[in-house]
C-alpha cells in the first residue's frame, strides 16, 4: 500500500458511519456494486451542506437514493432535493429508498437523461448541485448546471481523479478510456478557467471539486 492509499484509508476510517436504514441501503449498493459516495468524500459533502445551508439542492446521478437522503439530513427542514437520473429502475429503486426514509416530500426524482431534463429546469433556481453521475458527460452538463444555479451557488463534483488516470497524457490511457479522460480534462480546465467560477480540486475519495459560482451570465 502506497502512501496516499494509506491516508485515503486513515481518513475513510475517521469518517462517521451511518445508521438505520440509510446505512443499510449503503451496504446494499455495495454489495451489489452501485456507485455511492465515498465515506471521505461524503464528509466533505457534508461540510460543504452544513456551511452553505442550501434551499434548493440540484442532484445529477442519483443511483439507488442514497446521497439525495443523506443530504437532508444536512439541510434546513424546509430545503428540498431535485435529483436526476437515466435508469428507470434505479429510479424506482431510489423512490422506494426516499420513501422508506420518509424522505418523500423533500426529494424530487426525474426519470432521464440528465443532458436533457437539465434544460426543462429553471433559471436561477438552485444553490447547490451536486454532480455524480456518467463522467464523460460532466462538460455537457455545465452549461446547464451554471444557469439554473444562483450567483454564489456551489458545485460539488465527485470522482473527478478516475482513480489517478487523469493525471496521465491520452497517450499513456487504455483507449477504451480515452474518451473520459479527455472529457474529464476538459471540465476540469473549465472549471478553474472560466472566469464565471473559482474552484478547488481536492485530492479526497476518487477526487472532488468545489466551484462557486460567481455570476451565470
Known sequence: MNDYARITSFVRSMAKEDEGTLKEIYLDA????????????RELLKTQLLL????HVLEIGTAVGYSSIYMT???????????L????????????NIERLGRSSQIQVICGDAAQTLKSLPDDTYDFAFVDAAKAQYIYYLPDVM???VPGGVIVSDNILQEGEVLESHFLVEK???????RM????????????LETAILPVGDGMAISILLKNA
Open 176 to 182: 477504451r478510456n480515452r474518451t473520459i479522460h479527455d
Open 85 to 96: 437520473e437515466l435508469s428507470e429502475e434505479r429510479v424506482a429503486e431510489a423512490r422506494s
Open 185 to 196: 480534462r476538459e471540465y476540469l480546465d473549465v472549471l478553474t478557467h472560466d472566469e464565471r
Open 147 to 149: 444557469r439554473v444555479l
Open 73 to 83: 439530513g444536512y439541510l434546513p427542514e424546509d430545503a428540498d432535493v431535485t435529483t
Open 30 to 41: 455495495i454489495r451489489r456494486g452501485v456507485p455511492v459516495i465515498r465515506p471521505e468524500a
Open 52 to 55: 452553505k445551508k442550501p434551499k
